[in-house]
């Protein structure tokens, strides 16, 4: 028998792909954790960190794995399509509502920028909305309104 992956194992591949600028040993011994209910659990480590912003590697347990983490992948916006994301910008984990949400500037201004949410539903998280500003230079403020809605699509 194979030995059991061990945790740090798990995240290294992602750590590498998302070249995070902190410590992969200090961040997985700092991760955040929030109860989901019915056994399941959100973990995030913390995997770069700049003056204005952060990113999240965001993980489950789930009772079926006795413990052991799996690593979430969810999406964002690039070349006008959604695309698999090993980290999420500025990651929030509300409790009340059981969602994640993103966002990350374009600029320092935070006039244009993208923004995801997903909510849990009892067994994975779903995307549920998604907004992309790319204009820096409108003077109009970017919101999670309509008019910057890529998901789901406009009607």
Sequence with gaps: ??????????????????????????????????????????????CWLGPSSESQILFLVAPKTGGRPQLLRFEEWRDKKLVPADVMPMAKFDPNGGRITTYQRYRSSGICGQAGEWSWNGNAFRMTGYWDKVDCNDESEFDRGDRFRIFPPKK
């Excluded at 028998?1 to 902190?22: D, H, M, S």
Aim: charged share 20%; glycine share 10%.
């Design 1 to 46: 028998a194979e030995p059991a992956p061990t945790v740090r194992g798990l995240f290294e591949g992602a750590w590498k792909r998302a070249e995070c600028n902190q410590s992969i040993d200090m961040a997985l011994n700092n991760a955040s954790y929030h109860e989901l209910g019915k056994g399941y659990s959100l973990g995030m480590v913390l």
